[in-house]
T-cell receptor
Framework: EAQVTQNPRYLITVTGKKLTVTCSQNMNHEYMSWYRQDPGLGLRQIYYSMNVEVTDKGDVPEGYKVSRKEKRNFPLILESPSPNQTSLYFC????????????FGSGTRLTVV | DQQVKQNSPSLSVQEGRISILNCDYT??????FLWYKKYPAEGPTFLISISSIKDKNEDGRFTVFLNKSAKHLSLHIVPSQPGDSAVYFCAASSSGTYKYIFGTGTRLKVLA
């Protein structure tokens, strides 16, 4: 089944404790992206990657890191999480070209206390 | 600055009637638009899209209309079904960029 898999689905952590949210897709998509969803703000792009070893900042990149060492994986790293990073996170992938829609993962609900 | 706006946070419609969800944008460079549907505890799923060279695109019960002069698009669902109850996001993009800008979403509730 074609899908984007994120782990974990739920995570509660403490301020300052480094964490990684994994994302993997099995569709051979070049383009991958991370979004966060917050009430009243919709989906905002954190980082995106156009292909292996090519990443760039989205609209809200502060406090996040990403890497794209393999085509299928695009982990999101929070080096020192803070409470304002409490959010619902989605990984997504698609083929290059604006006519292609995203396939989204099921989401990771992160709480930073 | 919110480049893509969905001004109605919620909408309730009777089963069998038409649902109309609206989306406005400010960037005239946007030339591709999509609608996504999101159920609770799931990721958004792609619903329908439209290119700026068209003013209408249909897929079954779903039709998207684009009015470029007004910078406005709308999603029509006819007839509405209870299973359509979800949050709907519109998104916009420009050719040559890799970014989609999403709206804030509209929660649709279809009443049986």
């Amino acid at each position: 089944e074609a899908q984007v898999t994120q782990n974990p689905r739920y995570l509660i952590t403490v301020t300052g404790k480094k964490l990684t949210v994994t994302c993997s897709q099995n569709m051979n998509h070049e383009y991958m992206s991370w979004y966060r969803q917050d009430p009243g703000l919709g989906l905002r792009q954190i980082y995106y990657s156009m292909n292996v070893e090519v990443t760039d900042k989205g609209d809200v990149p502060e406090g996040y890191k990403v890497s794209r060492k393999e085509k299928r994986n695009f982990p999101l790293i929070l080096e020192s999480p803070s409470p304002n990073q409490t959010s619902l996170y989605f990984c997504a992938s698609r083929l290059t070209g604006t006519e292609y829609g995203y396939t989204f993962g099921s989401g990771t609900r992160l709480t930073v206390v | 600055d919110q480049q893509v706006k969905q001004n109605s946070p919620s909408l309730s419609v009777q089963e069998g009637r038409i649902s109309i969800l609206n989306c406005d944008y400010t960037n005239s460079m946007f030339d591709y638009f999509l609608w996504y549907k999101k159920y609770p505890a799931e990721g958004p799923t792609f619903l329908i899209s439209i290119s700026s060279i068209k003013d209408k695109n249909e897929d079954g019960r779903f039709t998207v209309f684009l009015n470029k002069s007004a910078k406005h698009l709308s999603l029509h669902i006819v007839p509405s079904q209870p299973g359509d109850s979800a949050v709907y996001f519109c998104a916009a993009s420009s050719s040559g960029t890799y970014k989609y800008i999403f709206g804030t979403g509209t929660r649709l509730k279809v009443l049986a």
